[in-house]
């Protein structure tokens, strides 16, 4: 009954409640909202259990660490970003002595500062999952009763796990078989195309080739171990040891995510490594009932019911890796005539959009790929194989296959978004929050793809014109080599003058911060 009526809280009153603060930016309500639950609170004992709190600032530190270093977004007034992030400090610091504050927490960093990305949203969910069950407990106690913190142990297990083990559930049904994925996908294509797409080019493609060669007979082991590690929460509550192993693997799992694809979940790695630790140091006889197996069957509806989702959303993360890339690329050229790239990271706050797919609405090309060539579909995915970087096959198959994502309203907006920061920036404008003497102590962004054919813009000149470059690549297996395909001019402008109207971002617009979904974040 405790994990019930947390889940349900937790899927009924609090996640609405965050999502409508966000969107709307309430901030005063929040506080409004938690200042009343604590004056409940003060009649009741308080429901602090202290290890699992010990948790939750943890993660309150990493999320605000990153909220509040992340760069001013330059097309929007620097000032009220200021405030945010000074809040955002604020409350985090309130939060660790009055865990009502989360809710005006979570307002201030999903609303204001775009936390609502991928990378944070299980961290994310298990502070909400915290909240849900400090007001059951008040809730609870109005009856003379109380809501164990062995069933916030469980929720918070569940809400780390369930986000490995839909995945899991996703790479079993892509094929015909449970274990398709596992026996046929090229894993090693994966990191071919996170090279191609930005990652780790400061090695010399003759060495990447060699590791690849040697990384394709490790295909088949990989996958059934990531199957394996992704799967691990169904079972990870029958021990306690089990649970410590299962939180451990992931981090280690995205770990080597990261060396293979540039791909980083550091809020997920650190968030499980100090759950592994909570765990580890809780007293047996508080939370032995956590574990078992009534605890795994009650375990094993929450996580059901979040891979249906239910609960709440974890991504499927279930694809076929193949070895064709199709990127657009941003490239400057500063007042002396430098011509430097453009990379993800020096877009941050929209360092996730400009390392994934942004700007496929600037060509017309075909597209038949995501994310550093992830198909869905096997056949596709033979069929990109066979063409061997074949450019008249690979035609073809785009026309078969693509779809034309062009958008002229959009590429209006973008060149708006380009021409207005470049012109704040030119002009002297600070795009950090840091100084320069700190600007190492930023939090790390997701998309690790800061390289390419050209040496980095680091805004040290004022820049005089941008280029956006459509690229084709492809990774021929039996050679080893890596093909420039195709490489042309999508859109090249001048700064003569700021554009007019510049009220919206396409990059607030169509990242992941503004993305619907029925259970917010």
């Not at 779809?403 to 973008?414: G, I, M």
């Amino acid at each position: 009954m405790s994990v019930a009526a947390v889940v349900a809280c937790y899927r009924f009153a609090i996640s609405p409640s965050v999502r409508s603060l966000a969107r709307r930016r309430r901030v005063l309500w929040a506080v409004l909202v938690a200042l009343t639950a604590t004056v409940l609170a003060t009649f009741q004992t308080s429901p602090e259990p202290h290890p699992l709190r010990w948790l939750v600032t943890v993660v309150i530190a990493l999320l605000t660490w990153q909220g509040a270093t992340s760069d001013y977004d330059l097309t929007e007034p620097i000032a009220p970003q200021r405030r945010d992030k000074g809040l955002l400090l604020l409350l985090a610091a309130m939060s660790c002595l009055w865990p009502a504050a989360l809710l005006p927490w979570m307002a201030v960093y999903c609303g204001r500062l775009r936390g609502w990305k991928h990378h944070a949203m299980m961290p994310l969910r298990l502070l909400k999952a915290y909240l849900a069950w400090l007001f059951v407990e008040m809730l609870f106690q109005l009856f003379d009763t109380s809501c164990s913190a062995t069933a916030l142990l469980l929720v918070l297990g569940c809400v780390s796990l369930s986000h490995y083990v839909k995945p899991a559930w996703s790479k079993a049904r892509l094929g015909p078989y449970p274990w398709s994925w596992a026996w046929d996908n090229r894993t090693h294509y994966l990191m071919a195309s996170a090279y191609c797409w930005g990652w780790a080019r400061f090695l010399r493609a003759e060495t990447v080739s060699g590791v690849l060669r040697r990384a394709r007979v490790l295909d088949r082991p990989v996958n059934v171990l990531t199957m394996v590690v992704e799967a691990s929460g169904l079972v990870a509550f029958l021990d306690r040891q089990l649970l410590i192993a299962a939180l451990l693997a992931t981090a280690i799992f995205n770990v080597v995510v990261v060396l293979a694809s540039g791909i980083l979940f550091w809020e997920n790695i650190g968030t499980n490594i100090a759950l592994a630790v909570t765990v580890t140091l809780l007293p047996d006889a508080e939370y032995d009932a956590a574990f078992g197996w009534p605890a795994t069957l009650i375990a094993l509806a929450v996580l059901l019911l979040s891979t249906a989702d239910l609960l709440w959303q974890p991504w499927h993360l279930g694809w076929w890796d193949s070895p064709f890339t199709a990127r657009v690329h941003w490239q400057v050229e500063t007042v002396s005539g430098a011509r430097l790239g453009l990379y993800n990271d020096f877009m941050c706050p929209y360092e996730r959009e400009y390392g994934r797919v942004l700007g496929y609405f600037l060509t017309d090309e075909p597209v038949l790929h995501g994310h550093l060539g992830i198909v869905w579909d096997r056949k596709l995915r033979d069929l990109l194989v066979q063409a061997d970087g074949d450019r008249d096959h690979l035609r073809a198959l785009k026309q078969t296959y693509g779809h034309v994502q062009a958008d002229e309203q959009q590429a209006r907006e973008h060149v708006g978004f380009l021409t207005t920061m470049f012109t704040r920036l030119n002009a002297g404008a600070r795009k950090s929050p840091l100084p320069r003497s700190l600007r190492h102590l930023k939090a790390p962004g997701g998309q690790l793809y800061r390289w390419g054919d050209l040496p980095p813009y680091r805004g040290k000149e004022p820049v005089r014109r941008i280029m956006i470059r459509y690229e084709e690549r492809f990774y021929r297996p039996a050679t080893g080599e890596f093909l420039l395909l195709t490489s042309r001019t999508v859109q090249e402008f001048d700064f003569l003058a700021p554009s007019t109207d510049h009220r919206s971002s396409p990059c607030a617009r169509s990242s992941s911060t503004a993305a619907r979904t029925s259970e917010s974040c």
